[in-house]
């Protein structure tokens, strides 16, 4: 079992900057990755990027240029610098972490609650 708690969200311009949080919790020495989503209303989640237990960064071409992902592995936190933002980010923005749970190497794919971010003047 894994518990993640997204943190930061809010209300900002257009060319403003956010940053989120997600903090891990339970068997976190199982987790292999963990990332961001996000889902805008009336449409499906989107990927947005991830950052695996080695180090590896992924990102979406909509966000390449300006969000970055980084990671403290001693607090279990992962982090999403958003930049330049833009109407169109609007969107719940969600936690994932992909861990382990048997020796077979099965995985679950784990989801925070969410945090709403909104871009607007």
């Known amino acids: 079992q894994v518990q993640l708690v997204e943190s930061g969200g809010g209300l900002v311009q257009p060319g403003g900057s956010l940053r989120l949080s997600c903090a891990a919790s339970?068997?976190?020495?199982?987790?292999?990755?963990m990332g961001w989503y996000r889902q805008a209303p009336g449409k499906q989640r989107d990927f947005i990027a991830t950052?695996?237990?080695?180090?590896?960064?992924n990102y979406a071409d909509a966000v390449k240029d300006r969000f970055t992902i980084s990671g403290d592995k001693a607090k279990n936190t992962v982090f999403l610098q958003m930049n330049n933002l833009k109407p169109e980010d609007t969107a719940v923005y969600y936690c994932?972490?992909?861990?382990?749970?048997?020796?077979?190497?099965?995985?679950?794919?784990?989801w925070g609650q969410g945090t709403q971010v909104t871009v607007s003047s």
């Open positions: 950052l695996t237990s080695g180090g590896v960064t």
């Open positions: 339970g068997r976190v020495h199982h987790i292999t990755s």
């Open positions: 994932s972490a992909v861990a382990t749970v048997n020796v077979e190497g099965a995985t679950v794919h784990h």
